[in-house]
């Protein structure tokens, strides 16, 4: 009868401290016997964690969760009958998703508490997010599609990606860069202190270049300069020099601290914007089909080209639900992503309509707008000296934090440890880097490289995932219809066509 009473006593018992603490209950395991009452042995097991050191889970904490696992197979799942009770869940502060690499990965929003952030923190939070250097590339996309195509595909493209995202947000429910001016750069100078310039525009390009005036050709201090600071040949190989060492970190918890530089140099660019434009005036003449001397076509079959961009542009499928789900009020966080979406549609479009208008066209080309429309202001700029500072700046915080992830998947998964040794980690990094400089050297085009890489990534995560997931979903309910199904397979469609034309383009 002891026996059995011993046996019958609970696993963990309750004791409340009213002088210190007369709150919640304070859960400790029973001090007699104390082995004899676990299930399982506990593992050491480790705590994945971006902002701290490797740490360990608790043995309170793995022995909750081993109890769990132990009530889970006494019976189906569909049976009531045995339910963990209370004192078998563990704290708020000890929740953990226990990966099959033998790690725990701890969950925060749990820890620092479930819906922290208001609407208006949730759709900033998406915005910032979303912004990223495809911003520098939109003006150029304007002209590739032509003005009032680029507007419309830029609306568009906002509403089918933001349908997209949407789609994954209710799966849960279901199963930097500096300019020099060369030989060949022509210079406008509009009023004496605002100049826009050409790059490489040769003497035969333009008919008008009786108001362009060349400077510095035969000034041998800039040929000297321009020698050693080239954007194809030299800078590339002295961002090795300020970019590994901050690869080789191992914790980017400092980086992470920086972040708000995505929204200073963002509000910083519509600053520049709108003061340029201001000094410059708008510049517009409309001709449907056919180009003139300085202006493109109000339609051109390049448009592709801007829906690539694009694709990158509004781009925040993969990690949405995460941002969302600290959102305070859960049943508003549709509204509040296509309030972010709106947002963020409205700032491509303040950006790529006034950059495009505000060019001086005559005397110079509307096709003179460059993939990155930093390039069309001479390095003595000083508004855009300071906007390339910020995106230098916010560069060196998101690259050393992109590296930490892709080291984290890569030698966490093959090596089973983050950091296995300086070798490694400087071994992966020099692959990174090796790759940036060969893309900075040999294919220094800014829009290309965004608008590829956007249809390729775009085409899984935006457009097949969702979709499909959603097909599925329905098709298992039963409640697939031929509308819907037609038009995700549509959806699916326009994505592979949008990574297929890239390469014709």
């Not at 009958?81 to 708020?92: F, N, R």
């Not at 911003?135 to 304007?142: A, H, M």
């Not at 100078?189 to 009786?210: E, K, L, W, Y």
């Not at 040929?223 to 190989?237: C, D, G, I």
Request: charged content about 15%; hydrophobic content about 45%; proline content about 5%.
């Amino acid at each position: 009868m002891e026996n059995m009473d011993n046996d019958s006593q609970h696993l963990l018992t309750s004791e409340v401290d009213h002088e210190i603490n007369p709150g919640p209950m304070n859960i400790q395991f029973n001090s007699s016997d104390l082995r004899s009452k676990r299930p399982f042995y506990i593992e050491p097991t480790n705590i994945v964690n971006v902002n701290d050191d490797i740490q360990r889970v608790t043995d309170h904490a793995s022995a909750m969760n081993k109890r769990i696992h132990y009530y889970s197979r006494l019976t189906t799942p569909a049976d009531k009958a045995l339910i963990a009770p209370d004192h078998v869940v563990p704290a708020p502060g000890e929740c953990y998703v226990y990966s099959p690499l033998g790690s725990a990965y701890k969950l925060e929003s749990y820890s620092e508490g479930y819906g922290k952030n208001t609407s208006l923190v949730t759709i900033f939070m998406i915005w910032n997010t979303m912004m990223g250097t495809s911003i520098l590339s939109i003006p150029w996309g304007i002209k590739q599609a032509g003005f009032t195509t680029g507007m419309c595909v830029i609306m568009l493209m906002g509403l089918l990606t933001l349908y997209c995202c949407y789609r994954v947000v209710k799966s849960r429910t279901m199963i930097y860069f500096v300019h020099h001016i060369n030989d060949t750069d022509t210079v406008l100078s509009t009023n004496g202190s605002n100049p826009v310039i050409c790059p490489s525009a040769r003497s035969g390009d333009h008919p008008d270049n009786r108001s362009i005036i060349i400077f510095y050709i035969n000034d041998t201090g800039v040929q000297q300069f321009e020698k050693w600071w080239n954007k194809s040949r030299t800078v590339p190989f002295y961002l090795i020099v300020l970019l590994l060492p901050l690869l080789n970190f191992k914790s980017p918890s400092f980086f992470s601290k920086f972040n708000i530089l995505g929204t200073v140099s963002v509000l910083y660019l519509i600053f520049l914007v709108t003061w340029k434009s201001f000094h410059l005036g708008f510049h517009l003449e409309f001709h449907w089909f056919t180009s003139t001397e300085f202006f493109e076509p109000e339609i051109r079959f390049l448009f592709p080209q801007l829906t690539g961009v694009l694709t990158l542009a509004f781009f925040i499928h993969n990690c949405i639900i995460t941002l969302l789900k600290n959102n305070k009020n859960q049943e508003k966080n549709v509204r509040d992503l296509s309030i972010a979406y709106m947002l963020v549609t409205l700032t491509y479009l303040y950006i790529g309509v006034l950059v495009f208008a505000s060019f001086p066209s005559p005397p110079l080309s509307k096709d003179c707008i460059e993939q990155n429309f930093l390039d069309n202001f001479p390095s003595n700029d000083i508004l855009s000296f300071i906007a390339r500072i910020f995106l230098l700046f916010q560069m060196m915080t998101v690259y050393p934090l992109l590296g930490y992830l892709a080291r984290v998947q890569l030698l966490g998964h093959i090596f089973g440890d983050i950091y296995p040794s300086i070798f490694h980690v400087l071994i992966l990094n020099l692959i990174v880097v090796g790759a940036g400089v060969v893309m900075a050297c040999f294919y220094p085009n800014i829009g290309g490289i965004i608008r590829y890489s956007g249809a390729a990534c775009g085409l899984a995560f935006v457009f097949i995932y969702p979709s499909l997931i959603y097909i599925i979903s329905l098709y298992q309910e039963e409640r697939l219809t031929w509308p819907k199904l037609i038009f995700h397979i549509v959806i699916i469609i326009l994505g592979l066509a949008n990574l297929i034309v890239q390469f014709f383009m």
